[in-house]
């Protein structure tokens, strides 16, 4: 919709430039919630940055290794990531196991930083869309909805404010709960019930999508499986709980 931002004789690419915004936020929400909770703050920033910066190689790593055809003889165009792009599934995979070892080397405990991880993740996922309806490929299945806006010469579901909407939902959850959880991992299981919850129904709407064989959207599965092991964590701590408060 919007590929570049002006500023005078400037002209930035929109998506990039969402993203390092978010980037900021998340950084700044990470000490805020790691003090919320009573986490150690610089703990909590180097788990986040280190998830950050590992997480941008891998998803351009992914990228590049998918389309290899592509860099094989333009080798400095892999360094140049501005006017191509990422694969978000490598950078969730590549932040997530940098995050764990970066715990196991701290000998961090696990299941509280999760929770405080939890409204950070939510949020960097809200920014992604973000960047994906203002500058990216995103975009949504035709509707005659009167919300839906023209994309392609169609008019198509807003798919990625769906998405945003479905992190302002996990992140009230969160809130809602930071006070009233049980157990240590609560937080973040919750947050993950609910984002996955939103996730397994706007995706039905998302045009590009990675499709698994037999017709299913890829990320709908992940997400049901993602719910699913959550709502059995979260059945077996709170009974955990109350065994242990009895």
Not at 58 to 69: I, K, S
Not at 91 to 117: S, V
Request: proline fraction near 5%.
């Amino acid at each position: 919709m919007y590929p570049a931002i002006n500023f005078g004789p400037l002209v930035l690419p929109t998506a990039p430039f969402i993203i390092l915004i978010g980037v900021w936020v998340c950084l700044v929400l990470a000490e805020r919630v790691a003090g919320r909770l009573g986490l150690d703050a610089v703990i909590m920033s180097g788990l986040v940055t280190t998830g950050i910066i590992a997480g941008f190689i891998g998803a351009r790593l992914t990228f590049v290794f998918l389309y290899w055809p592509a860099y094989q003889n333009n080798l400095l165009g892999i360094l140049w990531p501005i006017n191509s792009g990422f694969n978000v599934w490598g950078g969730i995979f590549f932040g997530a196991a940098a995050m764990f070892f970066y715990g196991r080397g701290k000998q961090i405990p696990t299941a509280p930083y999760l929770d405080a991880l939890a409204p950070v993740l939510v949020t960097g996922l809200m920014f992604f869309s973000l960047a994906d309806f203002l500058g990216g490929p995103g975009f949504g299945t035709f509707t005659h909805m009167p919300w839906g806006i023209e994309s392609y010469d169609m008019s198509r579901h807003p798919v990625q404010l769906y998405e945003i909407a479905v992190g302002a939902l996990a992140l009230l959850a969160w809130w809602y709960f930071q006070n009233r959880h049980l157990f240590e991992g609560q937080l973040f299981l919750i947050t993950t019930v609910v984002y996955g919850f939103g996730r397994l129904f706007v995706d039905a709407y998302r045009e590009n999508t990675w499709i698994a064989p037999g017709g299913w959207h890829g990320l709908q599965i992940l997400s049901l499986l993602a719910v699913l092991a959550a709502l059995f964590l979260l059945m077996r701590g709170s009974q955990n709980a109350k065994a242990a408060s009895t």
